[in-house]
């Protein structure tokens, strides 16, 4: 079950569009178990040796860089935001409301 909740997640992260974050929660509920954010949380921890998953888009659901610590201890997280155009102060997303994407539902 859990590699293939993991599969999901990753499926659903490698949607979100350059420029946009996505949260631990709205990835739970497109996949139709809205109460577990903390697995797809635990999902992204495990994702950061998959080169093809955009792991720093994924935030709380206030905006705030809560995974950065999975970046190597460095402001990685951050700078890669930064590159495509998302500011951040104080490790909060600054216009969250703008760049956030909201992941469609998935059928299973």
Known sequence: MEDNFFERVYCIVR?????KVTSYGAIAKALGTAR???MVGWAMNASHNIEDVPAHRVVNRIGMLSGKHHFGGTNLMQQLLENEGIVVVDN???????HFWLPKIIEL
Not at 15 to 19: A, H, L, T, Y
Not at 92 to 98: C, G, N, T, W
């Open 92 to 98: 909060q997303i600054v216009d969250f409301e703008k």
């Open 15 to 19: 949607q979100i569009p350059e420029g």
């Open 36 to 38: 577990s954010a903390r």
